[in-house]
T-cell receptor, first 121, second 114 residues
Framework: AQKITQTQPGMFVQEKEAVTLDCTYDTSDPSYGLFWYKQPSSGEMIFLIYQGSYDQQNATEGRYSLNFQKARKSANLVISASQLGDSAMYFCAMREKGYRRVAGTASKLTFGTGTRLQVTL | DTGVSQNPRHKITKRGQNVTFRCDPISEHNRLYWYRQTLGQGPEFLTYFQNEAQLEKSRLLSDRFSAERPKGSFSTLEIQRTEQGDSAMYLC????????????FGPGTRLLVL
């Protein structure tokens, strides 16, 4: 089974409107982190926002917020007041902290297939 | 610029040649990751270093691939006897071991094998 699922290959949103990008995840690890990255056409992955599995409140970073529904295993990204510069690929990723791992070892990120967002005038 | 840097940004090579990529992480970061991204996909994990120790390798990292981080600072990724299937974007990321441990990515090296 896919660990990260992004079901929207492409989305359009008008400038100044809000948009929600969907992400569902699958893990049996009780401790994990969820990340969203933006990838413009230049290729660099830009970190946007983080949500920890034990965080009580939804994460927010400026115009970005994360709608975290733990029971449904979803971590949707909400972008408010869209701007033309928001046009890019958006990737959801998960880091499973692996409670059985040796202390001090970190875990890789597992990415979804991404959603291409196009902001229109 | 204090971000992650990668060189070269682009590499075109002929099948069978060896290539080497370099990654310079953010200076205080002790963890360094390599990922590969093919067209239309998200990045896939290749390998990870904590300081100079290579702690994890993906099954994607065949015997033709080798990575080093000799002094716990910059890292190199070498691909020997390149194949057309190696054509991809190779991304490097670094992080500092804390609870959130966000990985910050470099601009990537885009490899084309002819």
């Amino acid at each position: 089974a896919q660990k990260i699922t992004q079901t929207q290959p492409g989305m359009f949103v008008q400038e100044k409107e809000a948009v929600t990008l969907d992400c569902t995840y699958d893990t049996s690890d009780p401790s994990y982190g969820l990340f969203w990255y933006k990838q413009p056409s230049s290729g660099e992955m830009i970190f946007l926002i983080y949500q920890g599995s034990y965080d009580q409140q939804n994460a927010t970073e400026g115009r970005y917020s994360l709608n975290f529904q733990k029971a449904r295993k979803s971590a949707n990204l909400v972008i408010s007041a869209s701007q033309l510069g928001d046009s890019a690929m958006y990737f959801c990723a998960m880091r499973e902290k692996g409670y059985r791992r040796v202390a001090g070892t970190a875990s890789k990120l597992t990415f979804g297939t991404g959603t291409r967002l196009q902001v229109t005038l | 610029d204090t971000g992650v840097s990668q060189n070269p940004r682009h590499k075109i090579t002929k099948r069978g040649q060896n290539v080497t990529f370099r990654c310079d992480p953010i200076s205080e970061h002790n963890r360094l990751y390599w990922y590969r991204q093919t067209l239309g996909q998200g990045p896939e994990f290749l390998t990870y270093f904590q300081n100079e120790a290579q702690l994890e390798k993906s099954r994607l990292l065949s015997d033709r691939f080798s990575a080093e981080r000799p002094k716990g600072s910059f890292s190199t990724l070498e691909i020997q006897r390149t194949e057309q299937g190696d054509s991809a974007m190779y991304l490097c990321a670094s992080s500092y071991g804390r609870t959130q441990e966000t990985q910050y990515f470099g601009p990537g090296t885009r490899l084309l094998v002819l």
